[in-house]
């Protein structure tokens, strides 16, 4: 089976610089993804990795490391807005996803 | 396009009764998927298609049931509502590009809960 874990809350304050890491359990996978969801919110895609290493979009990078079982999402220049939860998800098959346990991410002035 | 849609947003249930939680998309995704999202966890699968006519069991099917007889409809059915399945659940919706990621589209989402 496959088994994801997050820290479950990360502060920061505006203008920095987050990193939230996913570390997983899985017999294999064809990538690693993240998505934001805000409170009372839907899930919204953010990054995709498919190989190892660094993915950039904007403000937001992905990183993925096989050999290790461990990926990260970094954000930078925080914003207000930025304060949601963030979620690793694995793609087994079938496009289907299998979550981690989510990390609240707290922004503060 | 109104992307992916579900109804009711909110409903209880006492334990025992039935109900259909409905979701729509109209992007063409032959993909469908029902997610539940427990409180402060992540999405568990319960059931999705890959098109018309399939279905498949996904990580948490026990209680469910679905049906896929049209592109855009995957309703989920809940026999014999719980207490366990107050949830919030929601439908997504993929298009499959082969030898490339599909993200997943989320509808809003149904708030259920079942006394």
């Known amino acids: 089976g496959q088994s994801l874990e997050q820290p479950s809350e990360v502060t920061a304050v505006e203008g920095a610089i987050v990193q939230i890491n996913c570390t997983y359990q899985t017999s294999g996978f064809y990538g690693l993804s993240w998505y934001q969801q805000h409170d009372g919110g839907a899930p919204t895609f953010l990054s995709y990795?498919?190989?190892?290493g660094l993915e950039e979009t904007g403000r937001f990078s992905s990183f993925l490391s096989r050999s290790d079982s461990y990926g990260y999402l970094l954000l930078q220049e925080l914003q207000m807005k930025d304060s949601a939860s963030y979620f690793c998800a694995v793609s087994p098959g079938d496009d289907k996803l299998i979550f981690g346990t989510g990390t609240r991410l707290q922004v503060f002035p | 396009n109104a992307g992916v849609t579900q109804t009711p947003k909110f409903r209880i249930l006492k334990i025992g009764q039935s109900m259909t939680l409905q979701c729509a998309q109209d992007m063409n995704h032959n993909y469908m998927y029902w997610y539940r999202q427990d409180p402060g966890m992540g999405l568990k699968l319960i059931y999705y298609?890959?098109?018309?006519?399939?279905?498949d069991k996904g990580e948490v099917p026990n209680g469910y049931n679905v049906s896929r007889s049209t592109t855009e409809d995957f309703p989920l059915r809940l026999e014999l509502a719980a207490p366990s399945q107050t949830s919030v659940y929601f439908c997504?919706?993929?298009?499959?590009?082969?030898?490339?990621?599909?993200?997943?589209?989320f509808g809003p989402g149904t708030r259920l809960t079942v006394l």
């Open positions: 298609s890959v098109g018309a006519g399939i279905t």
């Open positions: 997504a919706s993929s298009y499959p590009i082969t030898g490339s990621y599909n993200e997943q589209f």
């Open positions: 990795n498919a190989l190892d």
